[in-house]
């Protein structure tokens, strides 16, 4: 018989064989295949939630990254706007102590412009006092160098001191 038309025989025994080699499979590979594949399948699943598990948290961690990164820049403002009201305050505050300063300055030199005026004052009016006693002594030395002038002014001193 040729290849093409096989005889009965053989086919009865290819049929045998291929019984035999199913229930050979079915008994010992078939079951392990089939559960290697379930448990390829359930892997998978696991990978499969387990990345969207995974995807849900980055979007987590990326939305409290933004929420973090925007509490960040409402304190560095905060921070920022307090740093600046501190600034002026200080700078207000040492203009105010500048002004103070300057003013008790001013008095402090008022005081002393003062008192040199007055020290300035009584001097000129004892050098004028000075100047005045010694302009009289000498013209009186000058009227009173002779005896005669001498006694006479005397004498107009006492009626002037007697009528009073």
């Known amino acids: 018989m040729g290849l093409v038309t096989p005889d009965y025989g ?14 050979i499979l ?6 392990p295949i089939l559960q290697g594949l ?10 499969l ?7 849900a948290e ?13 509490q960040s820049r409402r304190e560095r403002e905060q921070s920022l706007a307090e740093l600046k009201q501190l600034r002026e305050r200080l700078v207000a505050e040492a203009k105010e102590e500048a002004k ?12 002393a412009i003062a008192q040199e005026r007055l020290a300035v004052s009584k001097e000129l009016q004892q050098q004028a006092a000075m100047m005045a006693v010694e302009i009289s002594e000498k013209i009186l030395r000058r009227q009173l160098a002779d005896g005669s002038a001498r006694a006479e002014y005397i004498d107009q001193l ?4 007697n009528v009073n």
């Open 26 to 31: 079915k008994k010992f590979a078939w079951t």
């Open 58 to 70: 980055m979007q987590q961690l990326e939305q409290r990254n933004r929420d973090l990164a925007e």
């Open 100 to 111: 103070e300063e300057a003013r008790r300055l001013v008095e402090k030199a008022h005081a």
């Open 10 to 23: 053989l086919i009865v025994w290819m049929l045998l064989s291929f019984s035999i080699l199913l229930f």
């Open 158 to 161: 006492i009626g002037e001191v």
């Open 49 to 55: 939630a387990q990345a969207e598990q995974a995807r």
């Open 38 to 47: 379930k448990h390829r399948e359930d892997s998978i699943a696991r990978a």
